[in-house]
C-alpha cells in the first residue's frame, strides 16, 4: 500500500474526511503534507490558511523537513500547528483532536454569545478571540487581559466568565483596583468581623468570599501598590484567607481574571509590580489589538453600534462619513469610536444616511475633507529597514504588492470579487497574479 495512501485511510478511520485539492482555490480547514520548507511552499500557507484565518495543518513527511527552524517558518506564514507524520504512534488521532478543538472553538467564536458583544473579522481580531475562546472554555486557568484603554477587556472578562465551563458556577464579581481605599484594602478584599475597626458596626463579605463558585476580575490590577500585591499572594495561589479581625482561615473557591493597561513585565523591572504575584495571575495572557492595528473593523464595528443604538433600523453611511470613520485616529480605541458613532445615531433624523452634518462639530476636520494617511512612519520604517538590508525598488514594490493583496483577501474573508474590488483591479487580474505567483 502506498504511504499516501496509508495516511488517508488513518485519517478516515480517525474520522477525519479529507478531499484533494485538484486545483481549486484553498478554502476552508485542511491538511498540507510537505516534504521540504520553500518559498512557494510558504507562499501556498499563506494563501491558504489567509495568514492564519482558515486553520491549516502541515505535516512534513520527515522530520527533517522542518530542520533549521522550518516550523517556526510555516506557524508565521499562518499554519496553526506543525509536525511530522512519523512523530508519534498514532497521529491521525492527533490531527482529530486538533480539528475537533479548533471546530468547537470557531463554534463558539460564531455564537450569538460572541457576535452580540464584540464584533469584528480582522485577522488580529478573530486570533485574539480565538485564544480567549479557547482559554475561556477549556480551562479555569488564571488569564491576564492586557491591552490599551478602550480596547474591551471588561467585555472579555465577561465572556470568558459566560464560556467558562465549570458546573454550578455562580457569579462574576468585578472589582475596580484603582477604587480600592488603602486604609480598607483589606475589608475589601477579605471582609471583616463585626467591631474590627472602627465603623465596623457589622460583618461584611469581601471580593474573595463573593466570588466563592464563581470568578473574580480584578480590574486594572497594576494599579494595585506593592504591599498589597503581598497580602494577596497566598489567597490568589491557595485560595485561602483570613477576614480582617479574625484568626479562622477561610477557603474560597474562584476563577481569577485580571485586567491592565499597563505593561506589568515592564513594571516589574522597573520595581513597581511583584514578579511571584505576576505569574500567579498570568497562568494565561490574552493580548487585546489596539484600534489601529485592526482598521478593517472600524466600519463593521460602526455599524454593530448602529445597530445597538437604532436596532432594526439602522442607518447607512454617506461616503464621506466612511472616510473620516476610517482616516481618523482613535485614542480611546473602540470606546473612542462607539462615543461617535452614538453621537452621529442620535443626531440623525430622517430615513436616508447619517451625513456629514450629523457629525459633531468637533469631530470635522478643520480644512474641509482629507485624504486618510496611510504612507504613515511604520510605512517608511519598513522601507528603511528593506533599504538597509540591501532590497531593490522593484523587490520592495513586489513585496508591497504581495501584502495587499494578501492583506485585502484576509479583509474579505477570501473572497476574491470583494478583494479585487479593494485592490481596484479586476477579479480576472486577481486571480492571474495568484496563479503566476504560485508558479514561480
Known amino acids: 500500500m502506498r504511504p499516501a495512501r496509508a495516511m488517508l485511510e488513518a485519517l478516515g478511520r480517525a474520522g477525519v474526511s479529507t478531499q484533494a485539492l485538484n486545483g481549486a482555490p484553498p478554502c476552508g480547514p485542511g491538511l ?18 489567509r495568514h492564519g484565518l482558515e486553520r491549516l495543518l502541515a505535516i512534513s513527511l520527515s522530520p527533517a523537513a522542518t530542520a533549521g527552524g522550518g516550523a517556526w517558518r510555516l506557524l508565521r506564514e499562518g499554519a496553526a500547528d506543525v509536525f511530522a507524520w512519523d512523530h508519534s504512534a498514532d497521529p491521525a488521532l492527533e490531527v482529530a483532536a486538533r480539528f475537533e478543538r479548533w471546530g468547537e472553538i470557531d463554534r463558539l467564536l460564531e455564537s450569538p454569545m460572541v457576535r452580540n458583544h464584540l464584533a469584528g473579522e480582522s485577522a488580529a481580531w478573530i486570533r485574539a478571540l480565538r485564544h480567549v475562546v479557547e482559554v475561556a472554555h477549556f480551562t479555569e486557568a488564571p488569564v491576564l487581559i492586557v491591552g490599551e484603554s478602550g480596547t474591551g477587556k471588561e467585555l472579555v472578562a465577561r465572556l470568558i466568565h459566560a464560556l467558562d465551563a465549570r458546573p454550578r458556577k455562580r457569579d462574576l464579581v468585578v472589582l475596580d483596583c484603582t477604587t480600592v481605599v488603602p486604609e480598607l484594602s483589606g475589608s475589601e478584599f477579605f471582609g471583616h468581623e463585626r467591631g474590627a475597626f472602627t465603623g465596623a458596626v457589622a460583618a461584611r463579605d469581601g471580593a474573595f468570599a463573593l466570588a466563592d463558585g464563581g470568578t473574580l476580575f480584578l480590574d486594572e490590577v497594576g494599579e494595585l501598590s506593592l504591599g498589597l500585591q503581598a497580602e494577596l499572594l497566598r489567597v490568589v495561589q491557595e485560595h485561602t484567607y483570613k477576614r480582617v479581625g479574625s484568626n479562622a482561615w477561610q477557603r474560597t473557591d474562584f476563577r481569577l481574571q485580571c485586567a491592565t493597561n499597563r505593561d506589568l513585565l515592564r513594571e516589574e523591572a522597573d520595581g513597581r509590580f511583584r514578579r511571584d504575584f505576576y505569574f500567579r495571575i498570568a497562568s494565561w495572557t490574552c493580548r487585546l489589538p489596539p484600534l489601529r492595528e485592526r482598521v478593517e473593523d472600524i466600519l463593521p464595528l460602526a455599524r454593530h453600534f448602529l445597530e445597538k443604538v437604532r436596532p432594526g433600523d439602522a442607518p447607512e453611511l454617506d461616503d464621506e462619513v466612511r472616510e473620516l470613520l476610517l ?43 482629507e485624504a486618510p494617511v496611510w504612507c504613515d512612519p511604520p510605512f517608511e520604517q519598513a522601507i528603511r529597514r528593506a533599504l538597509a538590508l540591501g532590497a531593490g525598488l522593484k523587490e520592495i514594490g513586489r513585496a508591497a504588492e504581495d501584502a495587499a493583496e494578501r492583506l485585502a483577501l484576509e479583509a474579505e474573508r477570501g473572497n476574491l470579487q470583494r478583494a479585487a474590488d479593494r485592490l481596484r483591479i479586476t477579479d480576472r487580474a486577481l486571480q492571474m497574479r495568484r496563479a503566476a505567483r504560485r508558479k514561480e
Open 32 to 49: 498540507l503534507f510537505f516534504t521540504e520548507v520553500t518559498a512557494p511552499l510558504c507562499e501556498f500557507v499563506r494563501a491558504a490558511s
Open 327 to 369: 482616516g481618523r485616529e482613535y485614542p480611546g480605541n473602540v470606546r473612542d469610536l462607539k462615543q461617535l458613532v452614538t453621537q452621529m445615531a442620535l443626531r440623525h433624523v430622517g430615513p436616508g444616511p447619517i451625513t456629514v452634518g450629523d457629525i459633531p462639530e468637533k469631530e470635522r476636520p478643520e480644512n474641509g475633507a
